[in-house]
């Protein structure tokens, strides 16, 4: 199977609720969903990973299978996506904002279908305690790669239908969790450049106390753009980084 049939596999899986043999049913559903969520559904829909950004999975299947959970519900400042900052500790990524998420085990089943689904929501649940009972998943993006780890990345988007208490689990990986309002994240004042000492340069948001950049902010930005919520911003804003990032 190549790259594109696995991906389309994985997100037809998805929105049919097939999976794989000894797999248990897992329902993807856009049956419910808040108005203000209906744009993000209907680009998860449509878009390409070339939409999304230029790293892409080798086409050889090598790399390290796992997948995020790009959880958005309502706050008492409206609709929020949930965040955790990494451990400083980590071999990869310490420090960094992220979407909870992480590799894929055995048991979450085939990876070219359900598997990603479930390990999302299963890595959610280990890392910010939050029930993954009260999650809607309601759709799947195509899988992206993040380099510098060797990951190859399904991002599942969820609706936090139940809000359950989140925090963190286990200190030596994650030092917080927080939600973000996408008022915030689509505020031109707190979007901004970052700039690596390597050249690369990506989008990132000043939030929370913290600077969201690299795979996660990338994702955000294309969120925002594809939803039709993004605000002209200035690009000349930079925020330099240093080489451990």
Avoid: C
């Amino acid at each position: 199977m190549t790259h594109a049939q696995s991906t389309r596999a994985a997100r037809d899986a998805a929105t049919t609720g097939t999976s794989a043999p000894h797999d248990t049913a897992i329902t993807v559903t856009t049956d419910g969903l808040p108005g203000w969520l209906d744009p993000v559904a209907r680009a998860a829909r449509s878009v390409r990973a070339q939409q999304l950004s230029r790293f892409l999975p080798p086409e050889s299947g090598a790399g390290r299978q796992s997948a995020v959970l790009i959880l958005f519900g309502e706050g008492e400042r409206g609709p929020e996506l949930l965040l955790m900052e990494r451990s400083s500790s980590l071999r990869s990524h310490a420090g960094q904002p992220s979407f909870p998420g992480g590799s894929l085990d055995p048991e979450d089943g085939d990876r070219a279908t359900t598997g990603p689904l479930r390990a999302a929501l299963r890595e959610a649940e280990e890392e910010t305690g939050l029930d993954p009972g009260g999650v809607q998943i309601f759709g799947v993006l195509p899988r992206l790669y993040i380099a510098v780890s060797s990951f190859v990345v399904t991002p599942v988007l969820g609706w936090w239908r139940e809000p359950s208490p989140v925090g963190v689990v286990d200190p030596a990986e994650t030092a917080r969790v927080f939600t973000v309002p996408v008022a915030d994240l689509t505020d031109p004042a707190n979007r901004t450049t970052a700039v690596h000492p390597s050249g690369h340069r990506g989008p990132a948001f000043l939030v929370e106390s913290a600077l969201v950049w690299g795979f996660t902010a990338g994702v955000i930005d294309r969120i925002i753009h594809y939803a039709g919520w993004e605000r002209p911003w200035d690009r000349t804003k930079q925020v330099p980084l240093d080489w451990r990032a």
